[in-house]
C-alpha cells in the first residue's frame, strides 16, 4: 500500500521539528509528525483596543489575521474533550492559516486524532513560549479553566484576548454557550478586517481582483461573509489585575521556585493576579495576627482566619463567601476582606484601583507560618513572622486608545437591536441573577 503523500505546507512545517530534542517526550509513532514545537511559530500579534463613546466596552482590532490560538481546556471532562476536538476541527478547516496550540498533556492525548498538526512545549517552558506566540487564548470550561489560562501570562504585562466557553460548574466568568463557537470566533477574527482591499471579497466573493486572488486561502480574505467593518469589532471587557510580590523581613524580595503550577513564581518583579491573594492560616490553630498598612499608613492589626485582596473580578470568588461586597468589573477598585475577623468592627473595605496594601505577618503570631494562594494556588512557601506581602493595582490604560495590561475578556455582543450601553452590564447582571442567584425569593 502507497504511503500518503504529505502537502508541501505541512511538511515545512513539520520537517524542522524532528530535529528538536524534547520530541520524545511524545508518541514514537507516526503520528509524532503531527505534534509541532511551539518556537516554531511566528512571533504573536498585539492587538489595539479602541475606545468608543456608546458603552464602556473596548473594540478589539488585529493588525493582520491572528495566527496562533492557544486552547486551554476543563480537566477530567471527555464531554469537553469531545467539543476541544469539534473546536479546534472547525478552526483549522475554515481559517487555513491559524496553528492550534495546547498544554502538553493535552496535546498529548489528543493529536493523533487529528488530521493537521498542534503545537506544544514541555512544561518548563510552556509559559514563556506562550508569552512570545499565542495571539489569542480560548478556553473550554469554568471559571477556574479561565484562572489557569490567566495564570499562564501571570509575568506577561500584554496578556492576549481570552475568549471563554462556559462549560464548567458555575461559569459566570464565562460569556459564551459552547453552541456559539462558529459565530463566537468568527466575530474575535475578523476584527480589524476593514472595508478596503485585504476584506472587499468577503461582501462579494464570486468578484475578487487579481491581487486578492494571489493572496490564496488565507487571511480575512479566506472567510466568506460579510466584513465586520473597523468599527465592528469583537467587544472587550478590560480586566484588571494586581501585582503581587513577597518580601523578606529585610526588604529583599523573596523567590518562591516550586509550586502547584509550574507556570508561578513570586521573584523579584511579582506576578500578577486575576481574582485574589489570600493568606490564610491554613491548619494552623491559631488565629493569624497581620499587620495592615494602606497607602503606605497603618491601618490595623487584624486577628483573622486570614486576609483577602481582590480584583472586582474576585469580589464575587472568596471575598463574596467572606462577607465581601460585590464590585461590578469596570469599576476601578481592590476589596480587603478578612476572613472570620476576631474583632467584628473590622469590615470589608473597597479602596480606590491606586492604593497600594502591605500585610506584614505580625511577630505576634504563635502560629509557625501562613499559607499563600494566588489565584486558588496554594504556593509551596508560606510567610513567616515578619514577611511582607505587597499588592500594586495594574495600571492599564496609558492614553487614549492605548490599552496596555488587564486581562481582554471578549464578551458576547447583545444581538436583536437591544440598547449599544447595556453591553457591558448584560452578562454580569444575568450572572448574579441566572448563576448566583441573587436575591433569589423564597419558594422558587
Not at 474583632?343 to 479602596?351: C, D, I, K, T, W
Request: contains cysteine; neutral net charge.
Amino acid at each position: 500500500m502507497m504511503k500518503p503523500v504529505m502537502s508541501r505546507a505541512i511538511s515545512q512545517r513539520i520537517e524542522p521539528l524532528l530535529r528538536l530534542p524534547w520530541r520524545r517526550n511524545f508518541s514514537a509513532s507516526s503520528r509524532q509528525y503531527e505534534l509541532g514545537d511551539i518556537e516554531s511559530l511566528p512571533s504573536r500579534l498585539i492587538p489595539s483596543y479602541q475606545e468608543s463613546n456608546e458603552n464602556d466596552l473596548l473594540s478589539l482590532q488585529w493588525p493582520t489575521p491572528l495566527r496562533n490560538v492557544f486552547v486551554v481546556k476543563k480537566d477530567c471532562a471527555p464531554e469537553v474533550t469531545e467539543s476541544l476536538i469539534e473546536f479546534i476541527s472547525h478552526t483549522a478547516s475554515t481559517y487555513p492559516n491559524i496553528a492550534v496550540i495546547l498544554e502538553p498533556k493535552v496535546a498529548e492525548e489528543i493529536h493523533s486524532s487529528l488530521p493537521f498538526p498542534v503545537y506544544s512545549a514541555p512544561l518548563d517552558r510552556l509559559s514563556p513560549a506562550l508569552h512570545k506566540k499565542v495571539d489569542l487564548s480560548v478556553t473550554l470550561g469554568g471559571d477556574g479553566t479561565i484562572l489557569h489560562a490567566s495564570s499562564l501570562f501571570a509575568t506577561c504585562v500584554n496578556v492576549p484576548p481570552m475568549l471563554s466557553f462556559s462549560m464548567g460548574t458555575l461559569g459566570f466568568l464565562g460569556e459564551w454557550k459552547f453552541a456559539e463557537y462558529k459565530r463566537a470566533f468568527r466575530e474575535v477574527y475578523m476584527s480589524g478586517a476593514g472595508v478596503g482591499d485585504r476584506a472587499s471579497v468577503l461582501g462579494n466573493p464570486q468578484s475578487s481582483s487579481a491581487e486578492e486572488q494571489l493572496e490564496g486561502t488565507t487571511g480575512w480574505s479566506s472567510v466568506r461573509g460579510k466584513s465586520m467593518g473597523v468599527n465592528r469589532g469583537a467587544r472587550i471587557l478590560m480586566r484588571n489585575r494586581l501585582k503581587v510580590g513577597l518580601f523578606a523581613p529585610d526588604g529583599n524580595p523573596v523567590g518562591v521556585d516550586k509550586c502547584s503550577e509550574p507556570s508561578q513564581g513570586v521573584g523579584s518583579e511579582g506576578l500578577y493576579v486575576m481574582n485574589e491573594l489570600l493568606l490564610h492560616r491554613g491548619k494552623e490553630p491559631h488565629l493569624a495576627i497581620v499587620d495592615v498598612y494602606v497607602g503606605g499608613r497603618f491601618l490595623t492589626e487584624a486577628v483573622a482566619d486570614g486576609i483577602i485582596i481582590s480584583t472586582p473580578t474576585g469580589s464575587t470568588a472568596y471575598s463574596l463567601s467572606s462577607g465581601g461586597s460585590i464590585v461590578h468589573p469596570l469599576v476601578p477598585a481592590v476589596l480587603l476582606t478578612p476572613i472570620c475577623a476576631r474583632s467584628l468592627s473590622f469590615r470589608p473595605l473597597v479602596l480606590p484601583a491606586s492604593t497600594s496594601i502591605t500585610l506584614r505577618l505580625s511577630e505576634k503570631n504563635r502560629g509557625r507560618e501562613l499559607e499563600v494562594s494566588i489565584d486558588g494556588v496554594n504556593m509551596t512557601q508560606g510567610m513567616t513572622a515578619g514577611m511582607e506581602a505587597r499588592v500594586w493595582n495594574e495600571e492599564m490604560r496609558h492614553g487614549k486608545n492605548e490599552w496596555q495590561g488587564g486581562v481582554p475578556c471578549v464578551m458576547r455582543r447583545i444581538m436583536g437591536g437591544e440598547a449599544h450601553d447595556s453591553e457591558a452590564h448584560d452578562g454580569w447582571v444575568g450572572g448574579l441573577n441566572g448563576l448566583l442567584k441573587f436575591n433569589y425569593p423564597f419558594g422558587e
